[in-house]
């Protein structure tokens, strides 16, 4: 069965970083495209950085230059470096591992972990 384990956030002042992990079972990883979503209250799901199994990356307009989505196919780890951090970006975030990357689009599989809160105080 498929475990998607993140952590890593925590209460962090804007400006800030903050490094989030995502540890996930299976023997797929190396193979497998992977995203970081967040959501914050209120809001939908939306998913801000996307990494294919060759290290193509991709993000979201809002978090780009600012966030950098890395893997350890060793350690079957994905990570998100959150630097400059704003209020805005107060969120849960979840990892997903093994969805779809099509036309520079992470396309999640309806599987998900219990996320890693952050919060940026202002």
């Known amino acids: 069965q498929v475990q998607f384990v993140e952590s890593g956030g925590g209460l962090v002042q804007a400006g800030g970083s903050l490094r989030l992990s995502c540890e996930a079972s299976g023997s797929l990883f190396r193979t497998s495209a992977m995203g970081w979503y967040r959501q914050a209250p209120g809001k939908q799901r939306e998913l801000v950085a996307a990494i294919t199994s060759g290290g193509s990356t991709n993000y979201a307009d809002s978090v780009k230059g600012r966030y950098s989505i890395s893997k350890d196919n060793g350690q079957n780890t994905v990570y998100l470096q959150m630097n400059s951090l704003k209020p805005e970006d107060t969120a849960v975030y979840y990892c997903?591992?093994?969805?779809?990357?099509?036309?520079?689009?992470?396309?999640?599989?309806?599987?998900w972990g219990q996320g890693t809160q952050v919060t940026v105080s202002s």
């Open positions: 997903n591992v093994g969805g779809t990357y099509f036309s520079g689009t992470y396309y999640a599989r309806d599987y």
